[in-house]
């Protein structure tokens, strides 16, 4: 993308974006509705620039951040590439209720390390978060665990590599924080949270909400017997 001065028609405008709003939580379209000034970006030459959008199903404003490819003064034009960091993230949607106490509050953590781009510490939370899980589940968690994370690979069809630095995070052992485990990219945690969801609904939210469910069941059954005489 163009970033011009004066006058002249930027390109920035004409890119459009969809992700999911920060704001709304939808999956929308991004439309460019401010620039930094041309003179500012000449004068101080930064690395990154920070460009408003609007959502376009919220009205709200959305940050995106550009990595600045070249400042060519000459034609008075400034190049930035298309890839963007996000600002703001939406915050991750689970069933948290269904959660028993420790595995919910060490997930809530690592769900709001995630919203705030802190990849490593989101890593780490995930492996405390793993540890309570498996403790919950007694002296087989782990090999529970561990089962349900080989299955999610199949379905899921997550090349080796991928699945190989994420495993060493989850189940790598007590030191989670250690540096000699693997960082994260943006991407491989995007797919470590998916991990993690699916891991924790088939351990704890779908027996949880089976159990619900027949509760109610039983309970509209017994409001059906007639009173005996």
């Not at 006058?7 to 379209?29: A, I, M, T």
């Not at 609007?54 to 009205?59: E, G, L, M, S």
């Amino acid at each position: 993308m163009i970033i011009n001065s004066g006058n002249d028609p930027n390109d920035v405008f004409e890119k459009h974006f969809s992700l999911r709003c920060p704001h709304c939580g939808q999956n929308s379209n991004m439309s460019a509705v401010s620039l930094p000034r041309y003179e500012f970006l000449t004068r101080f030459k930064p690395e990154r620039v920070g460009i408003a959008y609007r959502c376009d199903a919220c009205n709200e404003p959305v940050f995106l951040k550009f990595v600045v490819q070249t400042f060519d003064t000459n034609n008075s034009k400034i190049h930035i590439y298309n890839d963007f960091e996000e600002i703001e993230r939406p915050s991750v949607g689970f069933d948290f209720e269904y959660l028993p106490e420790a595995v919910e509050k060490d997930f809530r953590e690592a769900c709001i390390c995630f919203s705030n781009s802190c990849w490593n510490a989101f890593g780490a939370m995930c492996r405390r978060c793993i540890q309570s899980s498996a403790d919950r589940l007694g002296a087989k968690g782990k090999d529970k665990v561990e089962r349900q994370i080989k299955d999610l690979k199949e379905m899921a069809s997550i090349d080796d590599e991928t699945f190989d630095a994420l495993r060493q995070i989850m189940l790598g052992g007590h030191d989670a924080s250690h540096p000699s485990l693997p960082e994260l990219t943006p991407e491989r945690a995007t797919v470590l949270l998916e991990l993690m969801k699916d891991v924790l609904y088939q351990l704890f939210v779908r027996s949880a909400k089976i159990e619900e469910a027949a509760k109610l069941r039983s309970a509209g059954v017994a409001e059906l017997k007639p009173a005996n005489n």
